[in-house]
């Protein structure tokens, strides 16, 4: 018979041994629970003792980055270098400009008449020859010494008699008693006039009209001529008339003064005056092209326009490249990310999978910049292209014409409402989205004046 004592050590084993591998069953069950939740997590299992890890997803490919290459001017002086060729283009490839115009003081009314004339009235006449006097339109004889002046006849001075006269029998007494001579009047004998007046009727003696003028009995009229119908008095020396208004002459000898405002001169390559501006031809300001800015600006701005005269090396690839921007644009407006670059750095990023559109896009576009750069003269004007080679070395040179054509293509867009081309300026320039308003200013609103200096900017070391 089995000892007591042994059999109660046996069970008391047994109850442990089912006891641990209860504990361990309830461990791995929840180990293997903790697992499967973890796997299906997007966050990697923490590792415990040496109990080893799940295996990771494959791990994504590494962002390509953007490289723009090296930057060649502060954003700042970009912009300036940006705006100055903007406004050589424009002036180049436009069909009409607006004025230059600026304010200028009335200093007078018109008070003067020019040399050769007189005033009369509000008008300027020319002055009437010796003798006569001016009135109007009229030049009027001035009436002798001692006649009266009554506008165009001379009142006379009084006449006077001579007496009651000589029977006719006593002529010979006539004549003694007037050494003057006497003179027949019907029956009777009279002294003669004195000189300057002739006899009136039996015994008065009326002044003598000046020879050539008309006697009308109490007086004499006028002759006279006439000296035009007048013109404008004009401004005091060193002032110019515009108006009823004198003003001072335009500062820059470049304008020309329009009341109180003084205008740019009409430049060469736009001879034609069209009302605040200047065109090209009559035709395009008879056709109000200022009135069909976005569709003009277009036209200039398109690169059939800009090379298609003139043998540029890649315009079919350039028009493919373009197409294919304007597509790719089309279906992500308004969805471009804009990732934050410092200044000088290229943008990093950009190949994972919720960037890839945009980088896509920004490669095209700075294939775009590549070719467009190649064609920079043919695409913009010879002495645009010689300035910038003659100002940079020859890699910011390139830069900066890269430059230029990645703002052509995004103003191009934009004209066209692509909300997006402003974000896109963050992936593919190293100017920022306000950089497209110097563009867009020398295109929407081109003055006359393009002799704008090249500005004074700094190239980056």
């Known amino acids: ?53 799940p295996a990771r997803p494959e791990p994504r490919p590494s962002p390509t980055p953007i490289n723009l290459g090296k930057q060649p001017l502060s954003k700042a002086d970009l912009d300036k270098v940006m705006k100055w060729i903007a406004v050589q283009v424009s002036a180049d490839r436009l069909p009409f400009c607006w004025k230059k115009s ?24 020319p002055t009437c020859e010796a003798g006569y006097k001016g009135l109007g339109p009229a030049c009027w004889h001035t009436c002798p010494t001692g006649f ?14 001579r007496g009651a006269g000589y029977v006719i029998w006593d002529e010979q007494k006539c004549k003694n008693e007037n050494p003057g001579g006497c003179e027949k009047n019907g029956a009777l004998w009279y ?39 007048g013109t404008a008095m004009g401004c005091k020396e060193g002032l110019e008339k515009s108006g009823a208004v004198c ?33 090209k031809s009559k035709g395009e300001c008879v056709n109000k092209v200022v009135d069909q800015i976005k569709a003009v600006v277009s036209a200039a701005l398109s690169l059939a326009s800009l090379g298609g005269g003139s043998g540029a090396k890649h315009l079919d690839e350039l028009t493919d490249t373009l197409d294919a921007v304007t597509d790719l644009t089309s279906h992500m407006d308004g969805k471009i990310p804009i990732p934050v670059r ?8 950009l190949a994972g999978s919720p960037l890839r559109p945009a980088s896509d896009l920004s490669e095209k576009i700075l294939y775009y910049a590549e070719l467009f750069s190649d ?34 293509l995004l103003y191009t867009l934009e004209l066209n409402g692509f909300k997006a081309a402003k974000d896109l300026m963050w992936l593919v320039s190293f100017g920022d989205p306000t950089g497209l308003s110097g563009v867009a200013e020398a295109f929407t609103n081109p003055k006359c004046s393009s002799n704008m200096e090249f500005p004074e900017v700094e190239e980056l070391p």
């Open 102 to 125: 600026v304010t200028r003081k009335a200093e007078a009314t018109l008070t003067e008449c020019p040399s050769g004339t007189e005033k009369d009235g509000q008008l300027c006449y």
């Open 191 to 229: 002294k003669k006039c004195k000189a300057n007046f002739h006899a009136v009727g039996a015994n008065i003696c009326s002044p003598d009209c000046p020879t050539g003028w008309e006697d009308t009995g109490t007086g004499c009229t006028k002759p006279r001529y006439g000296r035009t119908a």
């Open 148 to 161: 009266t002046d009554i506008g165009g006849h001379c009142q006379k001075p009084a006449a006077y008699g």
């Open 342 to 349: 410092p200044e000088g750095e290229s943008v990093t990023g």
């Open 1 to 53: 018979m089995a000892n007591p004592s042994h059999q109660a050590n046996i069970a008391t084993r047994a109850s442990r041994t089912i006891g641990f591998a209860l504990i361990c069953f309830f461990i791995l069950t929840a180990a293997s629970f903790v697992r499967a939740n973890t796997c299906s997590s997007s966050e990697p299992p923490a590792s415990a003792g040496n109990t080893k890890a």
């Open 247 to 279: 003003y001072k002459p335009c500062a820059n000898p470049n304008m020309t003064g329009v009341g109180p405002v003084c205008w740019d001169k009409c430049p060469t390559h736009m001879p034609v005056e069209c009302a605040a501006g200047c065109a």
């Open 375 to 408: 064609d920079f003269e043919t695409l913009t004007t010879p002495e645009v292209a010689s300035k910038i080679d003659s100002e940079f070395s020859e890699g910011a040179a390139k830069q900066i014409k890269k430059e230029w054509a990645v703002r052509h």
